[in-house]
């Protein structure tokens, strides 16, 4: 079975990556990161490199900017877990902090009842206990001052006032993380902006004809792995489960939707937004970003790849996608790109995931 299905991939000489992965070019960049400041790439000015040199620079512009991308997902991802956890030790604190009051209360209402009874809280520093109950209880406990009722009590106020420190200490080290955060998905995101503005301007730098002969070397390609994913499967090569088939009914559903970093459907993907996208719809939870879903699943030989598993590059594992089965895959591929098939083998696999 495997031998079988391995025989019917594509490989780079039918679909390469060469051919398929800059030809969204012309309005691919332009169309989707229109906000970008174009800065003058490597190449220079206008006309001093080659198609295929703006190619492959524009390809790890991508990369690059597809990196960042990832990043700055997975910190939104952690800053949302940040801010609830934040939220949720704001609120335990202030009701700590309320039962702390309710308990030092209790303390001066009993101290001042066992004075005006006749106790020996000596009278003079019962307007210490008026203004510093907690401060006047502890020095009166070490005088063995205190009947065990208000002792009780004091030990609980001492209780619920190192909770309240240890907690108050906790929000601020949450909220400092949330600000590292903040600073961290801001640098990534420019770092986007920038890169995805040098491939505007390589782009630009092409003529219009040298434009238009990479978009059609871009349709021909995907009209190929189409026609190719569009074959019928036999019968062992299905999806292995119900949720996988599921996944793989979405991801189709989004095929020609374009990419755009951070998204993760309905109308736009990134990559990693894709497989979560497709994979919610098989009733499955998946991590945000590329890196993480190379781990949220069984590892299993490409050469055993089945429709739904998910298809890790790159040694950064900064891009993923769906395998489709007939050795294609479902993918956002870049920006200004929309959600196609392409042959698995057009990009380095570094594993192969089976949520």
């Known amino acids: 079975m495997a031998s079988h299905r391995r025989g019917r991939r594509l490989g780079p000489s039918v679909l390469s990556r060469a051919a398929v992965t800059v030809a969204a070019a012309t309005a691919a960049v332009l169309t989707a990161q229109s906000g970008a400041e174009a800065q003058p790439g490597p190449a220079g000015g206008a006309g001093s490199s080659s198609p295929d040199e703006v190619r492959r620079q524009v390809d790890a512009l991508y990369a690059q900017a597809e990196t960042a991308g990832q990043r700055a997902a997975g910190a939104q991802e ?32 009993l101290a001042r009842s066992e004075y005006e009874q006749g106790g020996t809280i000596d009278p003079v520093v019962q307007l210490l206990l008026s203004a510093h109950p907690a401060d006047y209880l502890d020095r009166a406990a070490g005088l063995g001052q205190v009947d065990s009722d208000v002792a009780a009590h004091l030990a609980e106020l001492r209780y619920d006032e190192r909770r309240v420190q240890r907690d108050s200490t906790a929000v601020t080290e949450q909220l400092d993380g949330l600000e590292r955060l903040r600073h961290s998905i801001t640098t990534d995101k420019a770092d986007v902006q920038r890169r995805l503005g040098r491939a505007q301007a390589l782009l630009g730098s092409l003529t219009a004809n040298q434009r238009a002969f990479l978009q059609q070397q871009e349709d021909d390609a995907a009209q190929a792995a189409a026609a190719v994913a569009d074959q019928p499967l ?40 894709l497989m979560y996208w497709a994979w919610r719809h098989g009733g499955v939870s998946l991590p945000r970003t590329s890196q993480e879903q190379a781990f949220a699943g069984r590892r299993v030989p490409l050469s055993e790849a089945r429709p739904g598993d998910i298809v890790v590059y790159y040694r950064d594992m900064h891009h993923v996608g769906m395998y489709a089965g007939n050795g294609m895959i479902i993918h956002a591929p870049y920006p200004g790109a929309r959600v196609r098939y392409e042959s698995v083998n057009d990009m380095p696999v570094v594993a192969v995931v089976r949520p």
């Open 78 to 109: 952690q800053q949302a877990a940040l801010q609830r956890r934040a939220a949720l030790l704001e609120q335990r604190l202030a009701e700590e902090q309320q039962q702390a009051n309710d308990v030092a209360a209790q303390l001066g209402a």
């Open 234 to 273: 036999p019968a062992d090569d299905g999806p292995t489960s119900a949720r996988a088939a599921a996944a793989l009914a979405a991801a189709r559903a989004a095929l020609g939707q374009p990419y755009v970093y951070g998204a993760t459907g309905p109308g736009s993907f990134d990559c990693s937004g």
